[in-house]
């Protein structure tokens, strides 16, 4: 029993984690999992990461605000 309650002391934010979380299925995570690394594979052969970070948000539906490059009054 002392093995069993340090366990869950030393893992308690992980569990009660999984408590605040309930609403997320693992199925969702899996899913937008696989599109990340499907969008990872294809740009393999892009240079920089900022590339692959804007690849990413198009693929997963939250493109990044671009500076304005002209101001309009």
Same mark, same amino acid.
Request: charged share 20%; aromatic share 10%.
């Given at each position: 029993?002392? =093995?069993?309650?340090?366990?869950? *002391?030393?893992?308690?934010?992980?569990?009660?984690?999984?408590?605040?979380?309930? $609403?997320?299925?693992? !199925? &969702?995570?899996? !899913?937008?999992?696989?599109?990340? =690394?499907?969008?990872?594979?294809?740009?393999? !052969? @892009? *240079?920089?990461?900022?590339? &692959?970070?804007?690849?990413?948000?198009? $693929?997963?539906?939250?493109?990044?605000?671009?500076? &304005?490059?002209? *101001? @309009?009054?």
């Amino acid at each position: 029993m002392k =093995k069993v309650a340090w366990t869950i *002391r030393t893992h308690r934010s992980l569990l009660l984690n999984w408590f605040a979380a309930k $609403a997320m299925s693992s !199925g &969702i995570v899996e !899913g937008c999992n696989n599109k990340a =690394k499907l969008t990872m594979r294809k740009a393999y !052969g @892009f *240079r920089t990461f900022r590339a &692959i970070e804007v690849a990413l948000y198009h $693929a997963l539906g939250h493109l990044p605000d671009l500076p &304005i490059a002209h *101001r @309009f009054c």
